[in-house]
């Protein structure tokens, strides 16, 4: 209701808070999920149906939205809650 209020008086609402995490796409997240877990790059492509191409652009992508430039690095953004084994089997599974 704040965001409506502030558009009615003219003015140009603000940006909302998104979490880095929710900035990636799912399959973006899935790779990053997997690498951050130290798994090669052709294995997650295979895991994930992917190409070789296909899962280094979309690691590449999320590592930019992350703003890291290292799978460790990488695996501190993604936290320690997330568990990289789960993601990827669940996904891999489906």
């Not at 940006?15 to 899935?30: A, C, G, W």
């Not at 130290?38 to 997650?44: F, V």
């Not at 953004?77 to 084994?85: F, I, V």
Request: net charge negative.
């Amino acid at each position: 209701r704040a965001r409506d209020g502030i558009v009615a008086t003219g003015a140009a609402a603000p940006h909302p808070r998104i979490n880095s995490l929710e900035r990636l796409t799912p399959l973006e997240l899935d790779v990053s999920l997997a690498a951050g877990a130290g798994a090669p790059l052709d294995d997650i492509a295979h895991r994930l149906f992917l190409g070789p191409r296909t899962a280094r652009l979309l690691l590449a992508s999320a590592m930019a939205k992350l703003d890291v430039e290292s799978t460790a690095e990488l695996a501190a953004a993604l936290g320690p809650e997330r568990s990289p084994d789960a993601e990827v089997s669940r996904h891999a599974m489906a």
